[in-house]
Structure formats: C-alpha cells, structure tokens
C-alpha cells in the first residue's frame, strides 16, 4: 500500500511553472524534505514546503502515505525551488511526436482532418536530399501533399505556416502510470502554449 502510494506520478515544474518531468511521490517527497521543491496545491496553487506539508491531515479518501507517527498527504504537484532544469531527454523523433508538434494539422492549408488523411511531408524533398529531420519533416493533408509532389515548397508555390523545428517538450502523455487528473491545468497549458523556438 505504501509502496503503491510512493510510486504514484507527481508532477514537476521549474519555476516558470512549466512541466518539465515526473517523478514518484517519493522522489517528490525527498525533494520537499530538501527544500528543493514545494508541493502545489492543484486547486488553489498554494505552495507548502515541508513543514506545512507534513501537519496537514489527508482529508478523507485522499491518498496518503503512512509514515513512522503520521499520515502523510501525497503530492500530486510540485514546483521545483531552484535553478530552472529543462528536460534532459530529448524529444523523441517520432511520427506520434510529429503530430503532437504539429496539432494535427496540415503545415501549409491549416486543415485538420482524420489522422488517416494527415501524411508526413519532407519539406525539401528526399529525392533532393532531404533528411527525415525535425526540421524538415511536417504534416500535410493529402491535398496539399499531392500538389506538393517532389518539390520544395518553394517550386510549388506553396507556403509553411510556420518554420518546423525540434519541440522543447518532454512527451508527459506517456508517462507510463497515466496521468493524474489534477495535472490538466498545468500540462495542457504547456502543450498548447508550448514555445516553437
Ligand atoms: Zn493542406
């Protein structure tokens, strides 16, 4: 049970209040105990730092962690203390990735169809040299991608609403436990607001 309760996910921000991993609930608990994190009330956003953490009594069927003289309360969110850490991993080139990065929708009209009916357009084509890159790889709806053809977008007469490049984000949607319900205010707003830069 107690085990369970450790393995949980919680969330971690850096101190812009981005998403940038997840750990375990007992990973976020060592890192309260350090002060080099503060838990986040995902209601209200208050921010507790061990002390205030370890009074508060788990209300009633809230998920709690059973220690030595007391009932812990587990974090769901924490916010990271100190120096901003971006993801170490990068993000993964994949056709799943590529999607995410490109919402779903074709990179030169804006259309966002069935998945079936996006494909995967490299700008410069290979047939030209083109690699299977971040940067040279967006979605196109099949329209746009037959008039395309084996050409640049430039000999086709066509433009890419925005210049592709390698996401900053790390996937958090596969995170293997699944996610916790409370993280939807900070995650989906990273995903959508996500800076392409
Ligand atoms: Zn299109």
């Not at 990973?27 to 009074?55: F, G, K």
């Not at 009594?57 to 901003?84: K, T």
Request: hydrophobic share 40%.
């Amino acid at each position: 049970m107690v085990a369970k309760m450790l393995n949980r996910p919680a969330l971690v921000l850096n101190r812009s209040w981005q998403p940038v991993n997840v750990a375990t609930v007992a990973r976020a608990l060592v890192m309260l105990w350090n002060e080099a994190a503060r838990v986040v009330d995902p209601h209200d956003y208050q921010l507790y730092d061990w002390a205030d953490w370890s009074r508060l009594a788990p209300r009633d069927g809230e998920p709690f962690v059973q220690a030595v003289s007391r009932r812990l309360r587990v974090p769901e969110v924490v916010v990271l203390a100190g120096y901003d850490r971006l993801p170490e991993a990068a993000v993964a080139f994949s056709r799943r990735n590529i999607f995410k990065r490109d919402r779903y929708a074709c990179q030169y009209c804006g259309v966002q169809p069935a998945v079936d009916e996006l494909s995967i357009d490299h700008v410069l084509p290979r047939s030209h040299g083109g690699m299977s890159t971040w940067e040279n790889c967006v979605l196109a709806c099949l329209a746009c991608n037959k008039r395309k053809a084996d050409r640049t977008p430039a000999q086709a007469g066509m433009k890419l609403r925005k210049q592709p490049i390698r996401p900053q984000w790390k996937p958090l949607y596969a995170v293997r436990h699944g996610r916790i319900e409370s993280w939807s205010k900070f995650v989906s707003e990273a995903y959508w607001s996500v800076e392409l830069k």
